[in-house]
């Protein structure tokens, strides 16, 4: 499966993105998916995941209650809403997809095997 992140933008404190990863390929439901950042000079980061089916996800800490995460089997894709920016938001943010044989959710970086090419947001103050 081959990704590709969209919906990346410059927005201010407060306001909302949805970014969206599109998956080429017939097995998507077969992987797990994920939202990542990476702010500059830090390392990337964990943001969100969801099981092959939709029926799990896991949100980290730091953006729990403003970012959600849902899937469409359908139309291969997965995406991030994210409400209530702050500027600590900013960030280059990757999809990734890792094949799971189960219905879980994924939280590290290095069990993904797919990564989309990332989209920036930027939040102003």
């Known amino acids: 499966v081959q990704l590709q992140a969209s919906g990346g933008g410059l927005v201010q404190a407060g306001g909302s993105l949805r970014l969206s990863c599109a998956a080429s390929?017939?097995?998507?439901?077969?992987?797990?998916g994920g939202w990542f950042r990476q702010a500059p000079g830090k390392e990337r980061e964990f943001v969100a995941t969801i099981s092959r089916t939709g029926s799990r996800t896991y949100i980290a800490d730091s953006v729990k209650g403003r970012f959600t995460i849902s899937r469409d089997n359908i139309r291969n894709t997965f995406d991030l809403r994210m409400n209530s920016l702050k500027p600590e938001d900013t960030a280059v943010y990757y999809c990734?997809?890792?094949?799971?044989?189960?219905?879980?959710?994924?939280?590290?970086?290095?069990?993904?095997?797919?990564w989309g090419q990332g989209t920036l947001v930027t939040v102003s103050s």
């Open positions: 990734a997809a890792s094949i799971s044989p189960l219905d879980d959710v994924k939280t590290g970086v290095k069990l993904y095997e797919k």
């Open positions: 390929g017939r097995t998507f439901s077969a992987y797990t």
